[in-house]
Nanobody, 119 residues
Framework: QVQLVESGGGLVQAGGSLRLSCVGSGRTFSMGWFRQAPGKERDFVAAIAWSGTAYADSVKGRFTISRDNTKNTVYLQMNSLKPEDTAVYYC?????????????????WGQGTQVTVSS
């Protein structure tokens, strides 16, 4: 069983930056970040695996996903934040080596961290 704990969310003005962190308790191959705004479905944001990274079109050029395997931690650096980035951000993990953009492919989820971007 893998446990994931996110941190780093908060309130920031438009144009600002935040860095989310997700610490995992077990071995994982592929990690992802998803987000869910009120009344909306959970959407893919970014993923990382041995094969590389992937990003949603809405965050390309602004967000960067990275990982530190020595710390079992994955990060999401978010720059040039916009009010439409406001959501609860979830970290997800799966034990398979291929990265995925689909939420149902992930076996483990964190509790979520709120990101609010004011205009």
């Amino acid at each position: 069983q893998v446990q994931l704990v996110e941190s780093g969310g908060g309130l920031v003005q438009a144009g600002g930056s935040l860095r989310l962190s997700c610490v995992g308790s077990g071995r994982t191959f592929s990690m992802g970040w998803f987000r869910q705004a009120p009344g909306k479905e959970r959407d893919f944001v970014a993923a990382i695996a041995w094969s590389g990274t992937a990003y949603a079109d809405s965050v390309k050029g602004r967000f960067t996903i990275s990982r530190d395997n020595t710390k079992n931690t994955v990060y999401l650096q978010m720059n040039s934040l916009k009010p439409e980035d406001t959501a609860v951000y979830y970290c997800a993990a799966q034990p398979r080596p291929t990265r995925s953009l689909v939420a149902t492919d992930y076996d483990y989820w964190g509790q979520g961290t709120q990101v609010t971007v004011s205009s």
